[in-house]
């Protein structure tokens, strides 16, 4: 069935522009200029979100946003906001409004919001056929840390500048611009400056006059400094303010022997909305990231918290995983993967019954069928999450085996995962070592005389080989 989405506004502009982009997404959608309507819409139909307006004749966008949380705790809310009503849009958060959309809109800002919606929706219903307990953990687990995210993203826009700057992706783009910006105007000294950091350019620099932050920078315009009376080839100073969600983030400064012409101008005026707007994404776009991690890495907790016995298995297969990946000398982008892999192998277990997971006895061969779907349910969990297609697909396979005898997919050799097959032995021997309520560990001779007897059977020869002697220390 396709994804409806419901727009309350009483500006019948915003509401059109809101439902073209909606309907260009490939979502179905209707529109309410009031809360009665929207109210009567929200009884008849079932919506993926509703975007609501606050300022409302009849009833404000908090009163409804109260009306459908009190019907149906599930529907996300997303208000629409000025950037001057974010007292207004934190209120509504604290009624149980889950985003806001920030005036004015952008297709891409839409489009981010509605993917999340979408993953959401999916998880939850994932959800639903685990167990009430799990559940109810979860939520309240999500839309708490929900909560205090998005307060504390929206009360700190400011923030947001700071912190995106740290981030490797917007580094480049930084570098991207200086480079961009020099190749569009020969002969020319051209440097980024954060605002903050005007004033020190002139230590690497020689003799440079001393950068103050002008006012009309900050205000968001050009800055153009004729310094012809200093010695020197490039008498002209050209500052660009670089703004991000109405905030002026950093400075271009650009240094030529001439005043720039209004053409070279407005090229580096748009080679720097065009970068704003893809810095305002990748930000969002971490942030969303981030917001996913913490959501599995809950799930992990609360699947570790289910068995006392393995409460500490994921952490120590993770800590093997890595040592196998140092040994193994990949890069840290690998590493990167590994470790969300790794914390996360298991995760397809929220999904088996108590009964079955928890058992003390051996378990039948129908229940041994069951618990062998666990690493297609973590998959199926993370596939929905498109920043998480590798890790996906490494923990499809981390227990296959490498004369592919393993399940679910029986792939053997180079075929599995590289990644799936150092968690393979880390499980292996992690699960060989500690206690369960029916035995004890087994002694770390015997683990090693056994990963020694499975290589080339069950574990791949050489990164068995790499474990015992590098992590384990065996020689
Ligand atoms: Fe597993």
Redesign the pocket.
Known sequence: MEDRVLIVDDDQGIRQTIRSIVEDLGYACDTAPDGQEALGLVESRRYLCVFTDIMMPRMTGLELIKKIKARDISIPIIVITGYASLEIAIDAMKCGASDFLPKPFKMSQIQILLNKMRREKTILEENRRFSDTLQLYRIIDNLKGQLEDKAREISSLKAISEKIVSLKGIRDLVGAIVDVSKQLIGNSEVKFYPVRGLPEPSRDNGPMPELQVPDELLAGKIVRVDNSFLDGERHFQTLFPLTIEGQVFGALDVRTETLLDEEAETKILYLLNRSAERMENVALYEGLYENILSTLRSMAKILDARDPHTSQHSTRVTNFSIAIANALGLSAEERDVLYIASSL??IG?VGIPDSILLKPDRLTEEEFTIIRK??DIGADILKQLPPMYRETEIIRH??ERYDGKGYPAGIGDNEIPLLSRIITIA?AYDAMTSDRPYRKGLAVGMAVEEITRCAGSQFDPELARLFLHKVIGVF
């Open positions: 192998h298991d277990k666990h690493p981390h227990h499980d």
